[in-house]
């Protein structure tokens, strides 16, 4: 599914509306009515529960008039409160205004309201925040902030769900940020396409659950319109996972070989190896150093082990070149970095390796932090090549700091696939996968659970065993990132997020990848 900036939308409305020749009137009724259906379903509003529609003098205010006159068509009590006065809505927002009051639903001005007033007015079980829609601009202020505040403090208070229209008022459609202050909703009923904020920065908290609506937008213009990214979406996801042959055997499943571990971090080479062979490799070899081979040993049954060189303080040495490499070239895809340290030795050690590795390689955790400030060492690489780094890791390796790619995730992206030559998968809330082809996806699934040591190292293990069984780098970065957060969403449910931790991943992704019915 395309995601779209805010200019992209207003395009496709345009086109929508001047060459199809459907109302703007028609899409306005169809947004409200979604809406509607979200309060009386997904919110489980009881026949008789009360809404106050917070809403704003323009389309996104119209989307409310319409919601309004649903739900008091179906039992709702139902009050409609204006950010300005009713005779500065115009055009096919005034025309369902006027509706909204003709059906019984209440309308008052929120101008000519003391704060006390304003309050009282608002008490309902669900409030529909229709103040701003994706054209806002500046900073948020004066009586709207005021409603704004009030919603946030109603919600704070436990007094009533929110759910937004379009994009939260407040929240900047395009980059997630909020602009002074913004709504905090438990739903957001988003028209046509996902809108690029609700997927960035401070966008994901405050938009709650994200549900996209089809309000009639042809199919082929938005096929036909640029997007800013792509949503991984399950069916998708599902069909980039390879199909083995009925006559396979564990060679044609794809061989990974995993260069990970030191003394005190063999949980990560655990985690890479076990991963990859739950996401369907046929054989996992672990090459760890010497003196922590026996352990690995002990913690993986179906995975093999390589002894290799190590220095005195237990991580892999540069002796390793040679062995390391062998290792690397009787496989079909590398994971190299999980739990390697940073000993320099062993960074001296990654930094040969990467360029004179000709397969396909994830590159994660150490491995990138022996790369900080040598792109070159990833360009010079000819086989395809997945870094999957933090935004501090990412900072390091394009020179940036954690916050500047927090404050561009997507830019940075972009940026560092199209300047190093592989495809990035940026970790964090909304993963991004960029492409050198300048192809960006966003993984929805995932939860804050996942915040947890390990975690990243069971999505580099799953990465490699697609890259083994031969898809495409992007492909396996995003289809990995999808089941990844999944697998994530059900121990969640299963456990609990406060619970969650990286081996519940592993656990977790029979289900996961099991086809939905």
């Given at each position: 599914m395309k995601v779209v900036t805010a200019a992209q939308m207003r395009e496709i409305d345009r086109r929508t509306i001047a060459e199809r020749g459907i109302a703007g009137r028609e899409l306005m009724e169809n947004a409200g009515r979604a809406v509607a259906d979200l309060v009386r379903h997904a919110v489980a509003a009881p026949t008789g529960a009360s809404a106050a529609i917070f809403a704003g003098k323009g389309n996104n205010g119209g989307d409310g008039f319409v919601a309004a006159r649903h739900l008091a068509q179906r039992g709702m009590e139902v009050r409609v409160i204006l950010a300005a006065r009713a005779t500065e809505v115009t055009g096919d927002a005034a025309h369902y205004l006027a509706a909204a009051g003709s059906g019984g639903v209440a309308i008052a001005e929120a101008t000519q309201m003391g704060p006390g007033a304003l309050r009282?007015?608002?008490?309902?079980?669900?409030?529909?925040?229709?103040?701003?829609?994706?054209?806002?601009?500046?900073?948020?202020?004066?009586?709207?902030?005021?409603?704004?505040?009030?919603?946030?403090?109603?919600?704070?208070?436990?007094?009533?769900l929110v759910v937004a229209v379009d994009v939260p008022s407040g929240i900047n459609a395009d980059t997630g940020a909020v602009c002074g202050r913004a709504v905090a909703a438990d739903h957001t009923v988003t028209m046509g396409l996902p809108k690029l904020g609700l997927l960035l920065g401070e966008g994901i908290a405050h938009a709650g659950a994200v549900m996209v609506a089809d309000i009639?937008?042809?199919?082929?213009?938005?096929?036909?319109?640029?997007?800013?990214?792509?949503?991984?979406?399950?069916?998708?996801?599902?069909?980039?996972?390879?199909?083995?042959?009925?006559?396979?055997?564990?060679?044609?499943?794809?061989r990974v070989a995993v260069i990970a571990g030191s003394v005190g971090m063999t949980g990560a080479a655990a985690l890479s190896s076990m991963a990859a062979l739950r996401m369907g490799a046929g054989l996992v070899t672990l090459g760890v150093p010497a003196s922590v081979n026996d352990i690995m040993e002990v913690k993986l049954t179906e995975a093999m082990t390589r002894p290799l060189p190590e220095t005195p303080e237990h991580t892999l040495a540069r002796a390793a070149y040679a062995a390391a490499l062998d290792l690397a070239h009787g496989a079909d895809a590398v994971v190299l970095g999980p739990g390697l340290s940073r000993h320099e030795e062993t960074a001296s050690l990654i930094r040969d390796l990467v360029p004179a590795i000709q397969r396909p390689l994830v590159l994660d955790a150490d491995g990138l932090n022996a790369?900080?400030?040598?792109?070159?060492?990833?360009?010079?690489?000819?086989?395809?090549?997945?870094?999957?780094?933090?935004?501090?890791?990412?900072?390091?390796?394009?020179?940036?700091?954690?916050?500047?790619?927090?404050?561009?995730?997507?830019?940075v992206a972009r940026r560092a696939a199209a300047d190093l030559g592989c495809v990035i998968l940026l970790k964090g809330a909304r993963t991004i996968i960029a492409e050198p082809g300048d192809r960006a996806r966003i993984n929805p699934t995932g939860n804050p659970g996942m915040a947890s040591g390990g975690t990243g190292d069971v999505l580099a293990g799953m990465i490699g065993a697609l890259l083994g069984q031969g898809c495409e780098a992007g492909d396996a970065a995003s289809a990995a990132a999808f089941f990844h957060g999944l697998a994530g969403d059900h121990a969640a449910r299963d456990r609990g997020q406060r619970c969650l931790v990286a081996g519940d991943l592993i656990d977790c992704l029979p289900s996961a990848l099991k086809p939905p019915t």
């Open positions: 009282t007015a608002a008490g309902a079980e669900v409030i529909v925040d229709a103040l701003l829609g994706t054209g806002m601009s500046g900073e948020v202020t004066g009586v709207v902030g005021e409603m704004v505040d009030l919603i946030n403090d109603l919600r704070r208070e436990g007094k009533c009639g937008f042809p199919a082929d213009v938005i096929a036909d319109s640029p997007c800013a990214a792509e949503l991984i979406e399950r069916e998708w996801a599902q069909a980039a996972l390879p199909a083995p042959r009925l006559d396979a055997h564990k060679g044609d499943r794809g790369l900080a400030g040598q792109g070159e060492l990833l360009r010079r690489r000819r086989a395809p090549t997945v870094c999957t780094p933090h935004p501090g890791e990412m900072g390091r390796l394009v020179g940036l700091t954690a916050a500047q790619v927090q404050g561009d995730r997507l830019g």
